[in-house]
Nanobody, 123 residues
Framework: QLQLVESGGGLVQPGGSLRLSCAASGFAFDYYAIGWFRQAPGKEREGVSCISRSGGSTNNAESVKGRFAVSRDNAKNTVYLQMNSLKPEDTAVYYC????????????????WGQGTQVTVSS
């Protein structure tokens, strides 16, 4: 019963901030790298950020560097995405995804996905 549940989305004005959470259950969380993805209406799903199993390695898409930060608390089985200086083009459904890894790096692809949480950036 492996499960990922996103939360923290909502409506925010341009320039505002949100913190998304990805809560995991049913598996050994500290063996899984976690990625954040987003999909806007009419567009392909794109990768946003990732974090390795220990948190020792992270990656961010060029479009969010300097604005978003990913972190994890393995004791709480939770990964976070702090989103600052939000822009209307950040509007999308945001998903977290998991991949079992032996090494402490972000993987190429992910096996398990959450249901998504809506982020809307608008005046």
């Amino acid at each position: 019963q492996l499960q990922l549940v996103e939360s923290g989305g909502g409506l925010v004005q341009p320039g505002g901030s949100l913190r998304l959470s990805c809560a995991a259950s049913g598996f050994a969380f500290d063996y899984y790298a976690i990625g954040w993805f987003r999909q806007a209406p009419g567009k392909e799903r794109e990768g946003v950020s990732c974090i390795s199993r220990s948190g020792g390695s992270t990656n961010n898409a060029e479009s969010v560097k300097g604005r978003f930060a990913v972190s994890r608390d393995n004791a709480k089985n939770t990964v976070y995405l702090q989103m600052n200086s939000l822009k209307p083009e950040d509007t999308a459904v945001y998903y977290c995804a998991a991949k079992f890894t032996y090494g402490d790096s972000c993987p190429r692809a992910y096996d398990y996905w959450g249901q998504g949480t809506q982020v809307t950036v608008s005046s």
